[in-house]
């Protein structure tokens, strides 16, 4: 069983920052992929930043320069530094892994979703 567990949303300035962290947990064999995704309301659910196992980053346009993308392999961790933040930001950020949960096999599991919002 796979675990994933999303911390450091909140509500910020515009201008400001804010750190996601994202922590995988379970019995699988190794990961992936592992990416933040947001949805704001009414909008489908877009991706921000992926960064693949070997630290290749990809970003959304409109948040190249102003985000981070990052991994702790040891810690089975993923983080998305957000600076320069903007209202446009405001959106339920989910954590989103590629794993294999045994040899051979794959999948892919998403956090909870944690709440960014910020004002103008």
Not at 69 to 85: G, P
């Amino acid at each position: 069983q796979v675990q994933l567990v999303e911390s450091g949303g909140g509500l910020v300035q515009a201008g400001g920052s804010l750190r996601l962290s994202c922590v995988v947990s379970g019995t699988f064999f190794s990961i992936n992929a592992m990416g933040w995704y947001r949805q704001a309301p009414g909008n489908q659910r877009e991706l921000v930043a992926s960064i693949t196992s070997r630290g290749i980053t990809n970003y959304e346009d409109s948040v190249k320069g102003r985000f981070t993308i990052s991994r702790d392999n040891a810690k089975n961790t993923v983080y998305l530094q957000m600076s320069s933040l903007k209202p446009e930001d405001t959106a339920v950020y989910y954590c989103n892994v590629d794993l294999n949960p045994a040899m051979f096999k794959r999948a892919s599991y998403w956090g909870q979703g944690t709440q960014v919002t910020v004002s103008s």
